[in-house]
């Protein structure tokens, strides 16, 4: 700990040094120091001594240390361009400062001075990834690290950390109380003090602060990251966990205040930003802090059980879990089964669902979705709900859509640009990555879709048909391609296309619903269980898969011989998603390249499914 | 975009080449102001000389008049070179002319040398590669802006538009200090534009004196890639309007007096600041001076935002925005919704957390002082932009397009380079490509025919699950103003045109549909038999006329639709049925068919071999090696060039030969039905013919239509027309089923019916009533062929229509 000791806690220090060291600003030690934290972090677990915004409430962390956060990128704000280095007026202390990572300089700046370095960097508003399920972040912030808390910001104060740290349990239990909510309405200890002096403005500005999160009711902090390089190779919706120097001087909040307060003529460069503007792009930092990025990694998925380092580069962890996967395939079944009320084969779908992962795009075509419709859904008992409570345990991020006509004519799915204030406002469909997005239609009652609902019916048709959500930037589209499953739930077919109908067939008819759902939700699954479904999961989702020469060949004869018993019988969308299907299915079972027996064992599970359809539709004739 | 570690230090304000910097920092930092030449162009245009009026002998009388868009007028002084070692600069410092030692502070201009150099340019420069149409009305072998100078004397509008290229193409010197010093060249350029213009026309009156606005400048560009080292430089960029402030009058120089003595001064406003007078120069009272503002000089100012155009930006990102201020005439001249090219210097402005504390927010503000706007898509004379060519292809570009359009295959080449997703369907994606490019436009107008349609229109229809959304989806990706519409969610005002009322302006507004944006470009409709009838009446007119008439809410106009539509309808049972017409599978009015030039079907074929191809073709899709995708990824920026530069370059005439095929086959075309008795040809078809042959001669970047263009005009439109006119009944291409609902045959079967029944009727003598279902039996036994109900019923209406008789329930009765 002593090591990592400095580091974390006086980056900006390791910094200055740096900056001292050298009299000339152009050798280049910017990229040393940006080098040193990279290795510092790549050393084995080293990240996991660093603090996070994710659980750690922000007036526990020391201003200007090294956090980490784990993000979407929301919106990317401007370039601006600030002082790389600068000198101060005062000329006893006439020495180059490094203006890079903070946000305010030290001491009266030298205007004038030939030495100023003008340098770019890059915004990007981050909110914690949305959807994020509660045994996701339980699970991180197990293994958090206890940060030096600003109250004792002295270095004294290490030495207890060392104590502290061995008694873990009581130091976390401490930290649970103040993490609960309230974070967001008192910052730090000096945004409380502020809230004294003008309670009114603060106050109110605060309350009015609305952090855009993409889905309703999330909670967490939001962060203006600032980039200093390659932000060209970030996009939006990107998932990353971001190493950086926090920064929550007060000062970023005064700025906003004082500019309703006097607006001068005199001064129009600063006038010419709408009260609006000004607020969503300068908030106070003691609710949406600032991080100075030195280092991010993206992240293929949020799942913290699995090692953060890519599945290659651990071959032992991959190996292991490899060659459980078809026992955790068939318990995970089972339990399944029993959530789909003893219907094995839609239990065998739901798997293939929850590992689909969109591997590639050929033209405008997503390859490897699977969006799932599943049908007769019991309207009782909010079975729905329930059902989507025990997927919830199961993936990492996921999202509840009510079908209601009041939810789609009044929800605000496509993210859109708000020109006034200048910023992406967010919609529910702004999702990360492999998001689980549960629509149901049970809920859907008789009624008319009004402008909106029509226009989000159609963006929910867009998502699952090409995987992309278009934009609304007023004066034009513009298509974000996005990686989402989407589960249907309804009663009859869905009104939304989606790649395969499931009709669900329960074996059991429990004379209570309710409380045999109820039980299955208490059923002892012991927490390493679900560790080991979650595990199973996201694995599968990541593996390589390939088709062999012979086998490509083999498919072909077996289409071409389905088509001559019965031409109507199978079409090339069915060749589609049975191939779909067939690598999803050899994903489950842990393979990683297709087999004669995955393809027979694809195409008998497909041609029961469809005979389920037909027989569904017969019994069921006036059905569309 | 160079990253914040490469970019170079910069001190705020200058750059230049490194030996300027290095003479710079060489200067003595206490140089007074009084050292100032006070001829120097820094004094030029300031409030001083404006109320004094500076006396210049040529332009006496004029007033100067503020240019706020180069922003307020430093101290710089000018340096005299000699005062320094000589071997700060050696160049300069040999100059033999004292008076060009001189250069502004910061800078390596020499405003002596700077003014003789753009004078010379003014009177000199003939623009080389001027044409007719560009600059009407001047003569192009004269001195260009020396016509643009006599023409301000007669208009009276004293602003003188100056290209940065031609400036570039004459002085490569001048134009690099144009581009790096504006605010000191651009007041060098207005003097000596004054100077010259009031030489040679001494007594024009203007209402103040000619302004410099250059554009164009070279470095234009993506509002992504400014950077710290654009900042105070002259620089072009384009984007789009999305948001413009009020007026705002931005303070220039503020009037004292003085309280006591009455007294007044004035102090120019130097960076948004004010230095207040503390004491009064005349009665030596402090702080007795107050502002007076209606005596104050005030500037308008408008607070711009642009925003990227969606072409330039890089997938997966947020447009950026840049605030631009507009001032005096340029303010108002641009409304949101317009794209724009901006001409103006790049700002950064540091911003102060607060005026009493020292610490400084050290980030700055950018904006960009526009000199010159320039509306991208406002259509010039001839339709053409040349900016946005030069932005489209760079020469490299041009000749990979060209190497391509001369290969043999390349017809072939780019349809199968069209989604390469969806197999085979060759010949709908040649349709499709030749959509893409387009027909000659032409204009009819004088004979009274108005324009000729040059768009092609295509419709798909088969079964579904044919991957008919899919071609439309990509075609909707590939081109750069295309429109995606569903027939099922689309109302006729949402693809023609809607009045709302504007939220912020509460006026009305006009706000325009999918068509409508479309112009110029193409509009995929999917699901084109669920559009309700109202919505697809108004396609009768844009698809033929091209145009859109509206008369809603007080508004009345007719806007411009040429656009090419791509629809795909399913047919009306869920599967096509082969025993049918293409009428009757897909139930579309015959009207809206004709206005197709080609209605493709897709279908299903049941083959092995095809599906073992198609098998094939969706594994590799699956499972396919990185380099392959990589290959036709490349395919697509490729062909949506190509497509692009053909569209705007090449527009095909037909050659003689061509237009002896074309005759040809239209003859042959009418030949054929002729034997039969029916008409196999209309007009309209000659109509797709020629624009399906020009579309194809751009393929071949050819200037001129040839036989094989028409050739495989003629090849593709029967192709089309046997699948969709192919009368089921009797096998033959039968185009009245497209263009009358019904084939001839079925017509003639028709007729052949009601007169059956009539000499039935008639036979059974005079019997006012019959039973429905009697007469039935008896015409089925009497008739050979088989007779359906519904054809009996079309014979009864038949029947009916000649005041024969009348069907009412299920009696039929004789009219006398």
Request: proline fraction near 6%.
């Amino acid at each position: 700990v002593d090591t990592s000791d400095m580091y974390i806690n006086g980056p900006l220090q390791v910094n200055t040094d740096h900056a001292a060291s050298q009299s000339n600003p152009k050798s280049g030690w910017e990229a040393k120091v940006v080098e040193f934290f990279k290795d510092r972090l790549k050393e084995k677990d080293a990240h996991t001594w660093v603090p996070s915004l994710n659980d750690v409430p922000l007036h526990y962390l020391k201003p200007n240390s090294l956090v980490k956060f784990r993000c979407l990128i929301q919106d990317m704000f401007d370039p601006e361009f600030f002082m790389g280095a600068y000198e101060t007026v005062d000329p006893s202390t006439n020495v180059l400062r490094c203006g890079r990572y903070k946000d305010v300089t030290e001491c009266g700046v030298d205007f004038n001075s030939r030495n100023t370095v003008t340098a770019e960097r890059q915004t990007f508003y981050c909110v914690p990834i949305p959807g994020e399920n509660p045994w996701v972040k339980e699970i991180s912030s197990s293994s958090r690290v206890v940060p030096s808390t600003s109250y004792a910001p002295t270095r004294q104060k290490r030495s207890y950390e060392e104590d502290d740290m061995d008694d873990m349990d009581t130091q976390p239990q401490k930290q649970r109380e103040p993490h609960s909510g309230h974070t967001e309405q008192h910052g730090n200890g000096d945004c409380k003090r502020q809230e004294t002096e003008a309670p009114s403005s603060q106050t109110a500005s605060a309350s009015h602060l609305d952090l855009n999160f993409p889905l309703p009711g999330e909670k967490g902090p939001s962060c203006l990251v600032k980039v200093y390089e390659d932000w060209d190779s970030f996009k939006l919706n990107d998932t990353l966990e971001v190493f950086g120097i926090l920064s929550v001087s007060p000062a970023l909040s005064a700025l906003a205040d004082e500019k309703d307060a006097s607006s001068s003529i005199l001064d129009p460069t600063e006038s010419m930003e709408t009260a609006e503007e000004q607020r969503v792009h300068s908030p106070p930092a003691s609710l949406v802090p600032r991080l100075h990025m030195l280092y991010a990694r993206p992240l293929p998925h949020n799942n913290p059980l699995l090692p953060s380092a890519t599945l290659e580069d651990n071959s032992a962890f991959l190996s292991s879990t490899l060659s459980e996967m078809a026992s955790v395939r068939a318990e995970l079944l089972t339990y399944l089964t029993h959530v789909l009320l003893g219907d094995a084969l839609a239990a065998e779908y739901l798997i293939l669902h929850l590992i689909s992962n969109v591997y590639a795009r050929r033209d405008v075509l997503p390859l490897g979705k699977f969006a799932m419709n599943l049908s007769g859904c019991p309207a009782a008992a909010l079975y729905t709900q329930r059902f989507y409570q025990i997927i919830q345990q199961l993936v990492p991020s996921s999202f509840y859509l009510g079908m209601s006509l009041q939810n789609m004519n009044q929800m605000r799915l496509v993210p859109k640009k708000d020109y006034v204030a200048n910023r992406l406002v967010s919609g529910a469909l702004q999702l990360a990555r492999n998001t689980f997005l549960f629509l149901d239609e049970t809920h859907l009652e008789q009624g008319q879709l009004d402008t909106t609902g029509v226009r989000n019916v159609t963006a929910l048709g867009n998502l699952i048909s090409w995987q992309k959500v278009d934009y609304d930037f007023n004066y034009h589209q513009m298509e974000f391609p996005c990686n989402i499953n989407v589960l249907i739930a309804s009663e009859g077919r869905s009104l939304l296309p989606s790649d395969c109908q499931i009709h669900l067939q329960s074996q059991v008819s429990p004379p209570n619903m309710e409380e045999y759902l109820s039980n299955i939700q208490l059923h002892p699954q012991t927490s390493s269980q679900l560790n080991k479904f979650r595990i199973y999961l996201s694995v599968a989702r990541q593996l390589d898969y390939s088709i062999s020469d012979e086998m490509t060949k083999s498919v072909e004869d077996d289409f071409v011989d389905m088509r001559k018993d019965d031409p109507q019988s199978v079409s090339a969308e069915d060749l589609h998603r049975m191939l779909v299907v067939a690598r999803l299915l050899s994903l489950s079972l842990g393979q990683t390249s297709l087999t004669r027996d995955s393809w027979l064992r694809a195409k008998h599970i497909d041609m029961l499914r469809r005979s389920r359809m037909e027989q569904h539709q017969c019994v069921n004739g006036n059905e569309p | 975009m160079s990253s914040p570690t490469s970019t170079p230090g910069r001190k705020r304000g200058r750059d230049g080449n490194p030996a300027t910097r290095e003479f710079c920092s060489t200067i003595p930092k206490m140089f007074l102001p009084n050292e100032v030449d006070m001829s120097s162009p820094l004094m030029y245009g300031t409030p001083s000389s404006r109320v004094e009026g500076t006396p210049r002998s040529s332009v006496r009388g004029t007033p100067a008049r503020q240019r706020p868009d180069l922003g307020s007028v430093r101290k710089a002084p000018q340096v005299d070179l000699h005062s320094e070692p000589p071997s700060a600069d050696g160049a300069v410092a040999s100059e033999p002319n004292a008076g060009q030692r001189l250069v502004i502070w910061g800078t390596d201009v020499n405003v002596g040398t700077c003014k003789e150099k753009f004078q010379r340019f003014l009177q000199r420069f003939i623009d080389p590669t001027a044409t007719e149409d560009e600059n009407a009305g001047l003569d192009l072998n004269e001195p260009l802006y020396m016509q643009k100078l006599e023409e301000i004397s007669v208009v009276g509008d004293p602003v003188l538009n100056v290209n940065c290229l031609q400036v570039q193409s004459f002085d490569a010197e001048l134009y690099r200090q144009l581009i790096c010093y504006p605010q000191e060249v651009i007041p060098t350029f207005d003097m000596a534009v004054n100077e010259l213009f009031f030489e040679r026309f001494p007594d024009s009156i203007l209402e103040y004196q000619i302004q410099v606005r250059p554009y164009n400048a070279l470095k234009t560009r993506n509002m992504r890639s400014l950077n710290p080292e654009d900042i105070d430089q002259l620089i072009t960029i384009s984007g789009m309007v999305i948001r413009t402030s009020q007026l705002i009058p931005e303070m220039q120089e503020a009037f004292f007096q003085c309280q006591v003595c009455a007294y007044s001064t004035r102090v120019e406003v130097d960076r948004g600041r004010i230095a207040e007078p503390a004491v009064c120069r005349h009665c030596n009272n402090t702080h007795s001076l107050a502002l007076v503002h209606n005596r104050s000089a005030f500037s308008d100012k408008q607070m711009i935002k642009i925003q990227e155009s969606p072409e330039d930006m890089p997938a997966g990102q947020t447009p950026h925005t840049t605030i631009v201020y507009a001032h005096n005439d340029l303010v108002d001249k641009v409304q949101p919704g317009d794209r724009i090219n901006i001409t103006g210097i790049y700002r950064a402005v540091p911003m102060r957390v607060s005026p009493i504390q020292s610490n400084v927010k050290s980030v700055y503000k950018t904006h960009i002082d526009a000199i010159h706007f320039r509306k991208t898509d406002e259509k010039r004379l001839h339709g053409l932009d040349e900016d946005a060519e030069q932005k489209l292809f760079t020469e490299d570009r041009v000749q990979t397009l060209k190497e391509l359009a001369a290969k043999p295959d390349v017809y072939e080449r780019l349809s199968s380079a069209l989604a390469p997703s969806i197999y085979e369907h060759e010949d709908i994606k040649k349709g499709i490509l030749l959509q893409l490019f387009g027909g000659t436009r032409k204009d009819f107008s004088q004979t009274g025919r108005g324009n000729f349609r040059a768009e092609v229109n295509i419709l798909l229809c088969g079964d579904p699950g044919t991957s008919k959304s899919q071609l439309l989806q990509y075609v909707f990706n590939l081109v750069p103003r295309g429109q995606y519409t569903s027939g099922k969610g689309s109302s006729a005002v949402g693809l023609t045109a809607y009045v709302m009322k504007d939220p912020e302006t509460r006026q009305l507004v006009l706000q325009t549909g999918a068509l409508v944006l479309s112009d110029n470009g193409i509009c995929c409709i999917d699901e084109f038999d669920k559009m309700s009838d109202s919505t697809r009446s108004v396609l009768h007119e844009v698809m033929e006329q091209q145009t859109l008439s509206i008369a809603k809410a007080g508004i009345i106009c007719q806007l411009n639709a040429r656009t090419a539509v791509l629809a795909a309808a399913n047919p009306v049972e869920s599967q096509w049925n082969p025993k049918k017409t293409t009428i009757e599978n897909i139930q579309l009015p015959h009207t809206l068919l004709s206005r197709f030039d080609l209605i493709f079907l897709m279908l299903d074929p049941q083959d092995e071999a095809y599906d073992r191809r198609l098998a094939h073709h969706l594994v590799s899709l699956y499972y396919q090696s990185e380099e392959q995708i990589e290959e036709e990824f490349l395919d697509m920026a490729v062909l949506r060039d190509y497509i692009a530069y053909a569209r705007t370059y090449i527009n095909p005439r037909l050659s003689e030969e061509a237009s002896q095929a074309l005759i040809e086959a239209y003859v042959d075309m009418r030949k054929i039905g002729s034997g039969r008795g029916m008409v196999s040809a209309y007009p309209r078809q000659l109509e797709s013919l020629i624009r399906l042959a020009e579309a194809h001669a751009k393929v071949r970047f050819s200037e001129k239509v040839e036989t094989i263009d028409v050739e495989e005009a003629k090849r593709l439109h029967r192709e089309a027309l046997k699948q969709s006119a192919t009368d089921p009944r009797t096998g033959f291409v039968d185009i009245s089923i497209l263009t009358t609902g019904m084939s001839a045959t079925a017509r003639k079967r028709k007729e052949e019916v009601a007169q059956a029944l009539k000499k039935l009727i008639q036979a059974k003598g005079k019997t006012p009533a019959m039973k429905y279902q009697q007469l039935l039996d008896d015409l089925r036994g009497q008739s050979e062929t088989a007779i359906t109900k519904e054809l009996f019923d079309e014979a009864l209406r038949s029947l009916a229509d000649e005041d024969y008789l009348t069907v009412t329930g299920k009696t039929v009765r004789l009219l006398a």
